[in-house]
């Protein structure tokens, strides 16, 4: 403790040095005059006396503190108008968010001298009045929400001069007129008109390649024409150009600590000048040092009870290069939160950030690895770079808090769409889809085996860690972690059922018993039953031990999901993949087949099935049933 508030001390005086850490003043007076004339019904912290970088609630300053480049007041109670000159001073500003208040009034005029904006979220007050002409004047725009206001007037033109714009809401106001052509806009991602009644059709065709909520509740029948939505929309190319906001604070008991130290000794600055930025570089590096922070529990994370821990602000998120997303663990925290699951190593969030991306989050519990050994296996993981497995976004790692983020699959995972809903509304699952299943996740694995010198473990195969990406190909995730996690052992284990038998802890899972995990994934997706299940009498049913039974007794067609019985012409199919899914769950694990052999075997499956369909290209001739049969695994059957 003495060793950091040494550390912390000697930064603080670096930056007094430097020069750099003058307060932004002028900034600092724009924003008290508007929460003076404002009057938020939830107290903010903004002491005209202390510090505003980082200290104040909702503030973000430049790297240097020279400007505020962030105002962020989500649900404060803001009320009435905007006063003019106020907000508008502060023209470094590039995120405003005022969303969910009661702000009145029309769309602040001034507001053009904001030229350096870039998000802008207004949205859910009572704003009304047109919106502003000219768009133009802020170039960095890239997302605005200004929806669930009573905005009115037009759409204006100008909007389709901004070059950034990734993602604009204007829903649920009282829009009218023309919608104007956008489809130059080649950044954009996103956009959400609907509920503006007046809004003259029809709709035009470059809007028509976003989702129908993108435009419902426009007059869409056109003047004596119509349309179809046969052809499908050309698929969007992703621009990943969000401009990335990094900030680095400090922390407000940290703060008090500084000042206390910075009293004792002031004179002795200069003679630390050199070791004292060095000392700087350094603290940098070590991000995360200072952290004493923790999400708060289940669904928590909301920004109302985020506001007084900004202690945050100081831990940053590490991203893998190439990854889109241009949040920090600032805007995580704000998100709103919901919980996905409970898995073996920790609860998945999904979080909805401001600008309407989610993440999968996932909290881990029980993290048994240091900092330096966990970053490695988050460096091996999150350079795994294959469309069938899941993306490892960022990780975060403090003392009290180890996060991953993930993409966020909406349709839910496998272990859902088969067990999921199983009622009267049950949209079946078909074979075609099992196979694709089947055969993405066995690619992914075969990839994840390859890593680290061939010596990478999944650890964790099961169905509701197996998705389906964009192609409808199963893709897997949650991998790599036994190896940074507290053993588990059987009893606890919550992945009981898909354990190889000779896998006493979760460390001593081996790539043959991701083999074994991934043969019960199969079973399961033949059987459509889960792999611990009770009977109507309470008997504990161990899948692979039923199947087994079944297939002894020689009911074989029994054993298979009754969802499946209806498609014709699959059953020899199926019978092929029941036989590879019991080779992959012998007892031996050394007789278990490897995951690459696995994919050829379950490709034969499929291939021979697209092959009895008509098909254009000559050369892939129907297989004869001999030489099928020759790559059929030996099983138990
Ligand atoms: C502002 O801070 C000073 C000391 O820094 C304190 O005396 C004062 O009570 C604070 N004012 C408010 C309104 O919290
Ligand atoms: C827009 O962003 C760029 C870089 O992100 C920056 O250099 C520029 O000053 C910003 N403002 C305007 C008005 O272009
Ligand atoms: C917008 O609403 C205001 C009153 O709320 C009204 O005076 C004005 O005429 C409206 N403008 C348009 C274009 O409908
Ligand atoms: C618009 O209002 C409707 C009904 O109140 C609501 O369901 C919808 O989510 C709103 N749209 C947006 C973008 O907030
Ligand atoms: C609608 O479109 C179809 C095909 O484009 C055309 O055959 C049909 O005549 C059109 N109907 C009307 C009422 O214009
Ligand atoms: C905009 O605001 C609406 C209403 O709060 C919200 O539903 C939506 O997710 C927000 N974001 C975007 C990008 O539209």
Request: net charge neutral; hydrophobic share 40%; charged share 20%.
């Amino acid at each position: 403790m003495e060793a950091l508030r040494i550390y912390l001390w000697i930064l603080y005086l670096c930056l007094i040095i430097y020069g750099a850490n003058s307060d932004p003043l002028e900034d600092k007076r724009a924003l008290l005059e508007f929460l003076t004339i404002m009057r938020p019904t939830r107290s903010l912290n903004w002491n005209e006396t202390s510090q505003v970088c980082n200290i104040w609630t909702g503030v973000t300053c430049n790297q240097d503190g020279s400007r505020i480049i962030a105002v962020r007041l989500p649900g404060v109670g803001l009320n009435g108008q905007i006063p003019p000159n106020t907000i508008s001073r502060l023209s470094g500003l590039r995120v405003l968010s005022l969303r969910s208040n009661l702000i009145s009034g029309v769309f602040p005029a001034d507001f053009v001298e904001l030229k350096d904006l870039a998000f802008l979220y207004l949205q859910d007050n009572r704003l009304s009045g047109p919106l502003p002409l000219d768009f133009s004047v802020w170039k960095n725009l890239t997302s605005v929400n200004l929806s669930n206001n009573g905005f009115n007037g037009t759409i204006p033109d100008s909007l389709s001069r901004l070059r950034r714009l990734q993602s604009l809401n204007l829903a649920n106001n009282s829009l009218s007129g023309d919608i104007p052509d956008l489809s130059v806009v080649s950044s954009l991602q996103h956009i959400d008109l609907s509920n503006n009644y007046d809004l003259d059709g029809p709709i035009p065709d470059w809007l028509r390649r976003f989702p129908l909520s993108s435009y419902a509740g426009i007059d869409v029948i056109p003047p004596g024409g119509n349309y179809s939505l046969v052809e499908p929309p050309p698929p969007r190319e992703q621009t990943h150009q969000k401009p990335k906001a990094r900030f680095l604070g400090l922390s407000g008991t940290v703060f008090l600590l500084i000042v206390i130290a910075v009293s004792i000794v002031v004179v002795a600055a200069l003679a630390f000048l050199l070791t004292v930025c060095y000392v700087r570089r350094n603290l940098r590096h070590n991000d995360g040092v200072i952290s004493d922070n923790k999400l708060q529990k289940k669904g928590g994370m909301s920004p109302e009870k985020f506001v007084s821990r900004m202690e945050d602000v100081n831990n940053r998120l590490s991203f893998f290069e190439g990854c889109n997303y241009s949040f920090d663990l600032e805007d995580l925290l704000r998100a709103s939160a919901e919980v996905l699951g409970k898995g073996t190593f920790g609860t998945t969030y999904k979080a909805v950030l401001e600008d309407a991306t989610s993440v999968a989050v996932k909290r881990l519990k029980d993290v048994a690895a240091g900092k330096r050994d966990f970053e490695q296996q988050m460096e091996i993981i999150g350079g795994i770079k294959h469309e069938n497995v899941v993306e490892l976004k960022a990780y975060y790692y403090s003392k009290d808090e180890k996060l991953m983020v993930y993409d966020y699959f909406s349709r839910g995972s496998v272990a859902t769409l088969l067990h999921g809903n199983r009622g009267e509304n049950r949209i079946p699952l078909d074979w075609e889809t099992r196979m694709k299943i089947a055969i993405g996740a066995a690619k992914g694995i075969a990839r994840i085996h390859k890593e680290n010198n061939g010596k990478l473990v999944h650890g964790n195969i099961k169905s509701s860690n197996i998705f389906l990406n964009s192609e409808n190909n199963g893709c897997v995730s949650d991998l790599g972690l036994t190896a940074v996690m507290s053993p588990l052992a059987p009893p606890i284990s919550r992945q009981a059922g898909y354990r190889a038998p000779e896998v006493t802890d979760t460390r001593k899972s081996s790539q043959l018993s991701d083999v074994y995990s991934f043969g019960v994934v199969l079973l399961e997706l033949l059987t459509g039953k889960s792999p611990i299940h009770t009977t109507a009498g309470d008997e504990i049913i161990h899948l692979v031990r039923w199947v087994h039974s079944v297939v002894r007794e020689e009911w074989t067609a029994e054993v298979f999901d009754i969802e499946l019985l209806r498609y014709t012409n699959i059953e020899e199919e199926m019978v092929e993949m029941l036989q590879i899914a019991m080779s992959c769950v012998v007892k031996a694990a050394d007789q278990r087949p490897k995951m690459s052999d696995l994919v050829r075997l379950i490709e034969n499956v499929g291939n021979r099935r697209t092959s009895i369909e008509p098909e254009p290209e000559p050369e892939l001739k129907p297989k004869s049933e001999n030489g099928a049969s020759e790559t059929s695994t030996p099983s138990e059957i």
